[in-house]
């Protein structure tokens, strides 16, 4: 029983360690390949998903100054739609704009 604690006190950190390391190893690699690496500018870009069902869903691509709209399945990707990108600020400037204007019309209506 005590050989068998010996082992598991040296050997469990050990294995910790290893894997500790392979992330980092993984990470690193993976910066140097470039896909993560920091400062690096992206040509595709996922801007926003949004699960329709446990096997669909939607997803805004920005691609060369473009939005795509791309839903994805288990079969597949499929285009949809396809519309200049705005700058995410001004997307949410005019929904804001929008949104308080609708707001004045209700308050006028009554």
């Known amino acids: 029983m005590g050989w068998y604690l010996l082992k598991l006190a040296i050997l469990l950190p050990l294995i910790a360690v ?26 595709i870009k996922v ?3 949004m699960m329709l069902s446990p096997g669909q869903r939607l997803a805004v691509i920005e691609y060369n100054g473009r939005d795509i709209l ?14 200049a ?20 019309e209700d308050e006028f209506a009554q």
Do not use: H, P, Y
């Not at 990470?27 to 992206?42: F, M």
């Open 18 to 43: 290893m894997i500790w390391g392979s992330l980092k190893l993984a990470k690193k690699l993976q910066a140097q390949v470039g896909a993560g690496g920091e400062g690096r500018s992206r040509t």
């Open 47 to 49: 801007v926003e998903t």
């Open 70 to 83: 791309v839903a994805s399945s288990k079969s597949g990707f499929t285009w949809l739609a396809e519309c």
């Open 85 to 104: 990108a705005q700058s995410r600020a001004q997307t949410k400037a005019k929904a804001n704009t929008q949104a308080l204007a609708d707001l004045g």
